[in-house]
């Protein structure tokens, strides 16, 4: 039987949700040494990690410890991306693409304070796909500020939304 992963029905169970995302990236950047380590830290549990995120573990025999995988296709709900038209809510269909926007939400932030445009290099041409719509990032250093005296960037946290996936 195939594996899937709960898709939360309240805002209590959203937050579970993104605690266990938490304790996942934990694991894989490398400040938590074990499952049960990053679950601790995130304020959640190893079976709420499974039931919300099982499809990023990985268990080597019947009994055995669980391990993160290196990616998974856990649609991480409401984070903020920085396009052309400004800044959107998309639900980002995976571990690659949420660390996509992440990194060029700090670019944009490495920009926005020393206005070195080196940063942005990397995500020029590129985007990510949601369903059949792809959204590029903004790279242009002019459009970008143009955004920001708009009042049209919020670059303080990049997860804003609710129980949308």
Request: charged share 30%.
């Amino acid at each position: 039987m195939k594996k899937r992963n709960a898709k939360p029905r309240n805002q209590r169970e959203f937050e579970a949700k993104l605690r266990t995302l938490e304790a996942i990236r934990k694991v894989r950047s490398g400040a938590s040494k074990t499952l049960s380590e990053a679950a601790r830290d995130s304020r959640t549990r190893v079976s709420t990690i499974r039931k919300y995120a099982g499809t990023a573990l990985k268990q080597k025999c019947p009994g055995g410890r669980c391990e993160v995988t290196a990616s998974d296709r856990i649609t991480r709900p409401g984070m903020a991306m920085i396009t052309p038209e400004g800044q959107i809510m998309i639900n980002a269909p995976g571990s690659r693409a949420a660390s996509m926007i992440g990194r060029h939400d700090n670019a944009v932030k490495h920009y926005q304070a020393t206005g070195f445009t080196s940063e942005l290099e990397p995500f020029k041409n590129k985007g990510i796909r949601v369903g059949k719509k792809i959204y590029l990032f903004e790279t242009n250093p002019d459009n970008l500020d143009k955004l920001w005296r708009e009042g049209k960037l919020e670059i303080e946290e990049i997860y804003k939304g609710d129980l949308a996936a």
